[in-house]
């Protein structure tokens, strides 16, 4: 399931995501870092792909030849659940 970094919405799988590629929904790039199954916030450069050339602007298009769409989906939004009720969903007794 290939969804979009700032809408959140599903796209479709025959969707062809080239470099200029948009959002049906929301028109922001596709081929970008935070749709990438490489993008890693934590990581050098953002990106787990040691080879790639470093990108600035993680949200805008670029030409990373090793690029992925990431089928898992990115969120960098807010979760439905507060942190406190994901503690205490952690430590529930069934």
Same mark, same amino acid.
């Not at 199954?37 to 030409?63: H, I, M, T, W």
């Given at each position: 399931?290939?969804? &979009?970094?700032? &809408?959140?919405?599903?796209?479709?799988? !025959?969707?062809?995501? +080239?470099?200029?590629?948009?959002? %049906?929904?929301?028109?922001?790039?596709?081929? &970008?870092?935070?749709? &990438?199954?490489? *993008? !890693?916030? +934590?990581? *050098?450069?953002?990106?787990?792909? %040691?080879?790639?050339?470093?990108?600035?602007?993680?949200?805008?298009?670029?030409?990373?030849?090793?690029?992925?769409?990431?089928?898992? +989906?990115?969120?960098? +939004? %807010?979760?439905?659940?507060? %942190?406190? !009720?994901?503690?205490? !969903?952690?430590?529930?007794?069934?």
């Amino acid at each position: 399931m290939k969804v &979009c970094h700032k &809408c959140k919405k599903e796209i479709a799988e !025959d969707f062809f995501v +080239g470099r200029q590629a948009q959002c %049906p929904s929301c028109g922001s790039d596709l081929h &970008c870092c935070l749709n &990438c199954s490489f *993008y !890693d916030a +934590g990581a *050098y450069n953002d990106c787990r792909e %040691p080879q790639a050339e470093r990108v600035l602007d993680k949200a805008r298009s670029n030409f990373c030849d090793f690029f992925r769409f990431n089928h898992a +989906g990115y969120s960098s +939004g %807010p979760t439905d659940l507060d %942190p406190k !009720d994901k503690l205490e !969903d952690l430590f529930k007794k069934n």
